[in-house]
Structures are given as structure tokens and as C-alpha cells.
């Protein structure tokens, strides 16, 4: 291609640097005339320039990044939660009454209201009181009388401490078993909607190879067709033209033979 | 704003994890795209590219900036192409996964495009695969380097350590084999 381009210098290189738009300006006015001059070097920067648009379809495939998937909390807090979680509210209510009494007793305190209106006090800021040490060792007996609430108070602490001492573990045990099965699940889960996924992947890519065959067969046929037709044509045309060749042949004799 | 490469590359030199990753981010792709484009293969290319940035980092308190952190890194690269290709004894095989290639095909798919108009565009690329991996491996790096990263000849040569007018003759030899054999294959102009 380029024995009919009579450039002088380095045709290659500037060639290239044309194709890339990047002549050297000590080079390109002369270039630049020569190429408006030189239909080897114009056709030849065409082709280049068509390899370049052809180069420009090839993408490499996307790069496979790291799964990130968000991080599962940390067990130890999850079960505390999930285990606080899976306690009844009636035992939550419950336990807040208990630890609200429990406070109340530790804090010995003391509710009264009497002509000088309600007054809260602790135990341990009650003023002391005056007399026999008898007495005294009958005032416990006086409050469980004015409060008859403690002995239920203390039944159902009783109570709940029984069935609280017994819930962590079980609560424990149930929510590491329900972890378990979410996890499994979740697994399993996966693992079927890639299976469904590859599945679908496949049909679909079957389905396209099919449609592609079946396209590609038809254009094949389409073209012998066409192929063969215009055979048919040719031959017909061909026949047509011998026949009027003779006609105007045996014309040509007649008129010489009448003159 | 957006820190340049060399002020991310004096952050992580002094310690911070985060510059580098940024870094990472900002060169993951084309690094991967030169070592898929060079090399031909993607799970080889991932390991080159994982393996650019590995080497990075561990050098990366010699780097002073001599040249742009992006050329040190294409060099790097460049180099562990070129180890792979020697150690694989074997021009870059592009492969083409046959079970999702044509899903690929069918995403890749333009809204307006006929089926036949997509299976002729994968063709092509096909093509471009097949014959740049035939190229030698001067002239298709230097082809890469210039077509799909649109360095500079003169950033070209001084990445693979050769003259200015040497980088243009690949590529006008490169480009020429292309030409012809796409030309051949029926996918001339």
C-alpha cells in the first residue's frame, strides 16, 4: 500500500502520531500537505482509524470485588438482647414492681399520711424513737399490720426469683437454637436462589443460543435463496439475450437478402 | 475535594490505611483492565492486579515520586504480566466463559439492538480478543497502554523502558496486524 507514497520521512511514526492526534508541530504542516496529497497515507489513516473503532468494542469483563456483607453482630450482646427480648411483659412488669419493692424495703421505707398530710421517709433518717426495748420489738408485728402488701410482696419475689433463676438458661438455650435455625435457613435460602439463578442463567442462555441458531440458519437459507435465484435470473436473462441476439441476426439477414 | 494521588500516597506513607485504600479504588480498575487486556485470562488478571497493589504497598516507602504513582503502578504491573506470560510459557489465552457468555451477551444487549446486531457485536469482540492475543507482547502492550489508556508515547516509552520512535513502530506494526487480520476474518473496513 504505501510503495505509491513517496514521503520522505519516518511515514510510520507519523502515521501513528496522526492517528492519535499527536504529530509533532515541527512535523505536521509538511505531514498534513502530504496527506492531503497522498491517497496510500489518507486511506491507509482510514483503515487505522477503523482497527481503533474496532479496538473500542473490547471491554474487559467486570473484575469479581469482595462480597461485603454486613457484619453479623456480636454474639455474646445479641443473645443478652434477644434473651431480654423473649421475656413476657407480664414478668417484665413484674420484675420493675419487684426491684421497685425490693428498693423500697432495702431503703426501709416509710409512707404515712396522718393530719400533717403525706410524708415519705427511709428508715434510717426515721427519727429515734423513745422507750422500752419491748417496745420496740413490737413495731415489726404493728407494720406488718398497717402493711398488709409486704407479705405478697415477698411471696411473689420469691416467686419470680424461681422462675427468673430458671428463664436465662432457657431463654439462652433458645435463642442460640433460634440462631442456629436462622442461620441454616438463611443458608438454605441462598443456596436455592443461586440454584434458581444459575438455572434461569442457563435457560435463558439457551434460549438465546437457540433464537441465535435458529437466526443464523434462516439468514443462511435466506442467502441460498436469494443465491439461487438470481442464478435463475441470469440463466433466464442469459436465454433471452441469445434469443433476441438471433432474431436481430436473422433481422439483419433478411434485410440484407430483401435489399 | 478529591486528593491527588501523590498527596494520598504521602498520607499512606505516613500511616494512614485509608489513603491507600483510596488509592485502591482509584486504580483498581484500569490496572485490572491492563493485566485482563495483556494477559487474557480474568482470574489471572485479579491476581496481577491484587498483587500490583500488594507490591505497592510494600514499596511504597521507596516511592519518591520520581515518576507519577500511576506509571509505578502500571509498571509494576506491566513487570508482573510479563512474569506470568514467561512462567505460563504461553501467549495470553482469552477466555470466553461459555455458560454465561451469552447472558452477558443479553445484558450487554442495547435497548434498540436486534439479536443479530448483538451476536455480530460479541463476534467482533471476539475477534479483537483473538487477534490481540496473537499480537507479540511488545506491540500489544503498546497498544493497550495507548488505546485503552491513552498514555502518552512519550509516557509509553518510558514505562517500557524503550526509545519514542521505537513505542510508534509497535504500534504501527501492532495496529497493521490487526488490520490485516481482521481484514481476513471479514471484519475489515
Known amino acids: ?259 | 475535594m478529591t486528593s491527588t494521588d501523590e498527596e494520598l500516597v504521602a498520607r499512606s506513607i505516613r500511616g494512614d490505611p485509608e489513603s491507600f485504600n483510596e488509592l485502591i479504588l482509584r486504580w483498581e480498575r484500569p490496572i485490572y483492565a491492563l493485566a485482563y487486556r495483556t494477559i487474557g485470562r480474568e482470574e489471572d488478571a485479579r491476581d496481577v492486579c491484587q498483587e500490583t497493589f500488594l507490591r505497592a504497598f510494600r514499596a511504597l516507602p521507596g516511592f519518591r515520586g520520581q515518576a507519577k504513582f500511576s506509571s509505578w503502578l502500571y509498571r509494576i504491573a506491566l513487570n508482573l504480566c510479563r512474569d506470568w506470560i514467561r512462567r505460563e510459557r504461553r501467549t495470553p489465552i482469552v477466555e470466553t466463559p461459555a455458560d454465561v457468555d451469552m447472558i452477558e451477551l443479553a445484558e450487554a444487549a442495547e435497548p434498540s439492538e436486534s439479536i443479530e446486531d448483538l451476536i455480530a457485536r460479541k463476534d467482533l469482540v471476539r475477534a479483537v480478543e483473538r487477534v490481540m492475543a496473537r499480537l507479540p507482547e511488545e506491540q500489544r502492550t503498546a497498544i493497550v497502554l495507548k488505546e485503552y489508556h491513552g498514555l502518552t508515547f512519550q509516557e509509553i516509552a518510558d514505562l517500557v523502558g524503550c526509545p519514542l520512535s521505537t513505542v510508534k513502530t509497535r504500534l504501527y506494526q501492532g495496529l497493521t496486524v490487526v488490520r490485516r487480520e481482521m481484514a481476513k476474518g471479514g471484519l475489515g473496513s
Open chain 1, 1 to 259: 500500500m504505501n510503495t505509491t507514497c513517496t514521503y520522505r520521512g519516518n511515514r510510520e511514526d507519523l502515521l501513528v502520531a496522526s492517528l492519535y492526534g499527536d504529530v509533532d508541530p515541527s512535523d505536521r504542516a509538511a505531514f498534513e500537505e502530504h496527506i492531503a496529497a497522498c491517497a496510500a497515507c489518507r486511506r491507509e489513516l482510514d483503515e487505522l482509524g477503523v482497527v481503533r473503532a474496532r479496538l473500542g468494542h473490547w471491554t474487559p469483563p467486570e473484575p469479581a470485588r469482595a462480597f461485603a456483607s454486613a457484619p453479623a453482630p456480636p454474639v455474646g450482646r445479641r443473645g443478652v438482647w434477644a434473651a431480654l427480648g423473649a421475656i413476657p411483659a407480664w414478668a417484665q412488669v413484674a420484675a420493675a414492681l419487684l426491684c421497685a419493692g425490693v428498693a423500697a424495703g432495702v431503703a426501709n421505707l416509710d409512707v404515712k399520711y396522718d393530719r400533717n398530710g403525706l410524708s415519705v421517709r427511709t428508715g434510717w433518717s426515721a427519727p429515734a424513737r423513745g422507750g422500752a426495748p419491748a417496745a420496740a420489738s413490737q413495731v415489726p408485728v404493728a407494720a406488718q399490720h398497717e402493711t398488709p402488701w409486704r407479705a405478697d410482696l415477698a411471696a411473689l419475689e420469691r416467686q419470680l426469683r424461681t422462675e427468673m433463676r430458671a428463664f436465662p438458661a432457657q431463654a439462652t438455650a433458645d435463642a442460640a437454637r433460634r440462631d442456629l435455625a436462622d442461620g441454616e435457613t438463611l443458608r438454605r435460602v441462598r443456596a436455592l436462589i443461586d440454584q434458581s439463578e444459575r438455572k434461569q442463567q442457563k435457560e435463558l442462555a439457551l434460549r438465546i443460543a437457540e433464537v441465535a441458531t435458529d437466526v443464523r440458519a434462516q439468514r443462511v437459507a435466506d442467502l441460498r435463496n436469494i443465491d439461487r435465484n438470481l442464478n435463475v435470473i441470469q440463466s433466464n436473462t442469459g436465454v433471452d439475450m441469445l434469443r433476441l441476439y438471433r432474431m436481430t441476426n436473422d433481422l439483419a439477414v433478411r434485410v440484407s437478402q430483401t435489399k
